[in-house]
């Protein structure tokens, strides 16, 4: 699958560096436009807010729009995502009541500066994911009421299937009511704890159901299954090996591969290709 410009070296750097300054520039604006409106809107504390210009913060929401178009214009769809995320939390704020306040002001500002940081990393070819960005992203999305937030969000590639090899020695599975429920107990154990046992032991179980999968050729929702269930193995040895932390992102995982699990069991293997894409490029 084909890696956006965020994740490569940016061929142009002279169109980097414009957008960079302009980018500063929107930004320095819409910040200065938000601080007027929350001093106006203190001024007139005890009387009615909606005296205050609503076009201070439209002006603002227009400067981070702005910035959205040139990001993507040159090709950074991922920086274009966290700023349209601040957009979005803008747009929520300036509802009537108007709830931005010091907070939320900063929290804006915050996910701007990260992405200035990352665009200067990205100028003098320092290698930068742009997931480090997901702090800012998350905080920003939250004021946006967003449904979703996941890391994964920041990883802008066109999903695509493939097949992966699987682990030649693990011992065929398939799912059936035994398998679910030695993966519910140790997805339980894992939980509760912080260390790897649960998890290496999830990790075989899937392997197993990968090699299961992949032993049924010509059925194609089973390949991508398999796809699925190895990529699950490959999620719990990371974790086994204290290489992914097992946090809310994580536990959310391992729930979703519990429900696709039982969806499996009832031999309903097509939402691994139709419905699943989304549960195999966060794994």
Do not use: C
């Not at 500063?24 to 106006?40: I, N, V």
């Not at 005890?46 to 603002?60: E, H, K, T």
């Amino acid at each position: 699958m084909d890696a956006p410009h965020d994740t490569e070296t940016i061929d142009d750097l002279s169109a980097l560096a414009w957008v960079q300054d302009e980018l500063r520039r929107s930004l320095e604006a819409a910040h200065k436009a938000m601080r007027r409106y929350l001093k106006e809107a203190e001024a007139l504390a005890g009387s009615d807010v909606d005296a205050v210009d609503p076009g201070v913060l439209r002006s603002a929401r227009a400067q981070l729009h702005q910035g959205v178009g040139a990001l993507e214009l040159v090709g950074l769809p991922v920086a274009a995502q966290l700023l349209r995320a601040s957009e979005a939390a803008l747009h929520k704020l300036s509802g009537r009541p108007v709830t931005l306040n010091a907070a939320a002001a900063e929290t804006i500002e915050q996910a701007s500066f990260a992405l200035l940081d990352y665009l200067a990393r990205l100028l003098v070819d320092k290698p930068v994911s742009p997931v480090a960005m997901f702090p800012q992203y998350r905080a920003v999305q939250e004021l946006a009421g967003a449904d979703r937030i996941h890391p994964a969000d920041l990883w802008l590639h066109d999903w695509q299937w493939h097949e992966i090899a699987v682990d030649p020695g693990a011992t065929p599975r398939v799912a059936d009511a035994e398998l679910r429920s030695e993966v519910e107990t140790q997805t339980l154990a894992l939980m509760r704890q912080t260390d790897g046992p649960a998890a290496a032991t999830l990790s075989d179980l899937f392997a197993g159901l990968a090699a299961g999968a992949r032993a049924v050729r010509g059925r194609g929702a089973e390949r991508w299954l398999a796809t699925s269930w190895q990529l699950a193995s490959a999620f719990f040895e990371a974790q086994a090996q204290g290489l992914l932390r097992l946090d809310v992102y994580s536990k959310r995982i391992a729930s979703r591969l519990l429900a696709q699990l039982r969806m499996s069991e009832r031999g309903d293997a097509a939402p691994a290709r139709d419905a699943s894409p989304r549960l195999a490029q966060d794994l």
